[in-house]
C-alpha cells in the first residue's frame, strides 16, 4: 500500500517526508510497546504507535520500519522529528484512535504480520553469503 | 587473497541516559549496511544489538558494546555495570519483567528484550554476577 493511501484512509497530516509518500509498505504493526515491535516487526513495515518519543523513531530505524503513524491525535516530539528526517522515515499523526486506524487499513487490505508469508519475523535466517 | 577484513567498534553506554539509549545500535546499524552486509542479517544483529544496549541503559549503571564483523559473522558484545541478573533463566522468559512504569511508559520493558535476543542470534551466550554486572555475547553469521 503506498504511504499516500494511507495517508488519505487515515485522514493523515504529514509531519516529515512529503516527498516519500509514493513508497509503499507491505504489512502494518499497531504497538505502543517498542518491545513488541522489535519482536514481531516484518521487514517493510508501518508502525502506527501511541508512543511519540524518539525512540519510536530508534525502533522504526533499527526494525527498518519505513514509516510511523501516530495516532490518537499524538505529537512525535522535536528529536523523534529530526531522527526521522535524518534516517529517511516518514511520519505521519492521525487523530484516529489505534483501533480505528488499523481496522480501516486492513480493511482497505493492509495485512498483519502473522499473515505474511512464513509467518515467523526472523526473516533471513538461512546462512548468506559474505558480501565482505 | 585479499587480506581478511576485520572491523571493529566499541561504543560506551550511559545507564539512565535515555536521550541516547539506542544510538549506538543505530550508529552500528548505518555502519553495517555502508560495508555491505545483506539486509536481513544486518536487520538480525541491530535488532540484537538495540535491545541489548537498552538493557544496559534502563538497568545498569554503564556499559560497552563492542560490534566485530569478520568474514563469517558480527559479534556483539556488550558489558555493563550494574546490580545484574538473580535468575537468568527465569529473565529469559518471554514476558518476565522488573521494568518500573518509567521504563514501561518508554516503550519498554515488556519482558521480550533477552528472548528477543537470543531469537534474532545464531548463538547468544549470558553471563551475570549479582551486584557487579552482566555480559552478553552475541553473533550473527553472515
Redo the contacts between chains.
Keep these: 500500500m503506498k504511504l499516500e493511501v494511507v495517508r488519505e484512509i487515515l485522514d493523515c497530516r504529514v509531519i516529515t517526508g512529503d516527498d516519500r509518500l509514493d513508497e509503499e509498505v507491505g504489512v502494518g504493526c499497531g504497538a505502543?510497546?517498542?518491545?513488541?515491535?522489535?519482536?514481531f516487526i516484518k521487514?517493510n513495515a508501518l508502525l502506527l504507535?501511541g508512543?511519540s518519543?524518539?525512540?519510536?523513531v530508534?525502533?522504526a530505524?533499527?526494525?527498518?520500519i519505513k514509516a510511523i503513524v501516530y495516532v490518537r491525535g499524538k505529537r512525535p516530539d522535536k528529536?523523534a522529528i529530526e531522527l526521522a528526517k535524518e534516517?529517511g522515515i516518514v511520519l505521519l499523526a492521525t487523530k484516529l484512535l489505534m483501533y480505528e486506524s488499523c481496522g480501516k487499513l486492513y480493511q482497505h487490505g493492509l495485512r498483519g504480520g502473522s499473515e505474511l508469508e512464513g509467518g515467523s519475523s526472523?526473516?533471513?535466517r538461512t546462512?548468506?553469503?559474505?558480501?565482505? | 587473497m585479499p587480506e581478511e577484513p576485520l572491523f571493529v567498534q566499541r561504543f560506551e553506554i550511559g545507564g539512565r541516559d535515555f536521550r541516547n539509549a539506542g544510538k549506538a545500535s543505530t550508529t552500528a546499524k548505518a555502519i553495517l549496511k555502508e560495508i555491505g552486509i545483506h539486509p536481513a542479517v544486518i536487520r538480525r544483529a541491530a535488532i540484537a544489538a538495540y535491545e541489548a544496549e537498552m538493557n544496559v541503559v534502563l538497568y545498569a549503571r554503564k556499559g560497552i558494546m563492542e560490534i566485530r564483523v569478520s568474514p563469517k559473522d558480527i559479534q556483539i558484545r556488550l558489558e555493563d555495570e550494574g546490580d545484574g541478573i538473580a535468575d537468568v533463566e527465569l529473565a529469559m522468559q518471554e514476558g518476565y519483567s522488573t521494568a518500573s512504569d518509567e521504563i514501561r511508559e518508554m516503550g519498554f520493558g515488556a519482558g521480550l528484550g533477552l528472548p528477543n535476543i537470543k531469537k534474532n542470534a545464531d548463538s547468544f551466550h549470558i553471563h551475570s554476577v549479582v551486584g557487579k554486572g552482566t555480559t552478553l555475547e552475541i553473533t550473527v553469521l553472515l
Excluded: F, H, Y
Design positions: 505502543d510497546l517498542m518491545s513488541d515491535v522489535l519482536a521487514p504507535t508512543l518519543n524518539v525512540q519510536s530508534r525502533t530505524d533499527i526494525a527498518g528529536e534516517k526472523d526473516a533471513g546462512p548468506l553469503r559474505s558480501t565482505l
